[in-house]
T-cell receptor, first 115, second 110 residues
């Protein structure tokens, strides 16, 4: 299946732990993103990554670090998890840069719960 | 004030009704407008994309953009229970990522 796939789908972890979420797309897109969706369904951009150019949303704490080994993968590593990090994290991809006239294809999300 | 405002609902309508979903925005630099549909525990999927002011139709869905009023709408005709989802408007300035509204939760009752 052609898609954006994320693993794991669910992640429950304790405060202070470090965790990673993986994302892979087989659509041939060259830009990938991480979004955070809060309990009120508000989607907020965290990062976009295109041709080794990383664009960081300035409100994202530096405990969050994206890593892209190649154009098809964009992983998200989170250090020292806090209760407020609990949310659904979505990976997305698009053809061309984030500014081109294409919609984004989203993964199914990773539901992170910090206890 | 958020750049994109969307009534969160929830909105419940009977099957067959016409649904109107709306977003307003404050930044006149937004030029590209989209509607996404998100089913429960799924990722958003692109429904409609439009650039210019006016209407764009795709089956039972019509997207409307009024740049002078900074207002966009999505109309769903002959709504079905399968249309029950959260609908997110999204828009973008040139050379920038998408900015999303907060989503409207829609339930179509059989």
């Amino acid at each position: 299946d052609t898609a954006v796939s994320q693993t794991p789908k669910y992640l429950v972890t304790q405060m202070g732990n470090d965790k990673s979420i993986k994302c892979e797309q087989n659509l041939g897109h060259d830009t990938m993103y991480w979004y955070k969706q809060d309990s009120k369904k508000f989607l907020k951009i965290m990062f976009s990554y295109n041709n080794k150019e990383l664009i960081i949303n300035e409100t994202v704490p530096n405990r969050f670090s994206p890593k892209s080994p190649d154009k098809a993968h964009l992983n998200l590593h989170i250090n020292s998890l806090e209760l407020g990090d609990s949310a659904v994290y979505f990976c997305a991809s698009s053809k061309g840069g984030s500014w081109v006239n294409y919609g984004y294809t989203f993964g199914s999300g990773t539901r992170l719960t910090v206890v | 004030q958020k750049e994109v405002e969307q009534d969160p609902g929830p909105l419940s309508v009977p099957e067959g009704a016409i649904v109107s979903l709306n977003c307003t925005y404050s930044n006149s630099a937004f030029q590209y407008f989209m509607w996404y549909r998100q089913y429960s525990r799924k990722g958003p999927e692109l429904l409609m994309y439009t650039y210019s002011s006016g209407n764009k139709e795709d089956g039972r869905f019509t997207a409307q953009v009024d740049k002078s009023s900074k207002y966009i709408s999505l109309f769903i005709r002959d709504s079905q229970p399968s249309d029950s989802a959260t609908y997110l408007c999204a828009m973008r300035r040139p050379a920038r990522q998408l900015t999303f509204g907060s989503g409207t939760q829609l339930t179509v009752l059989p």
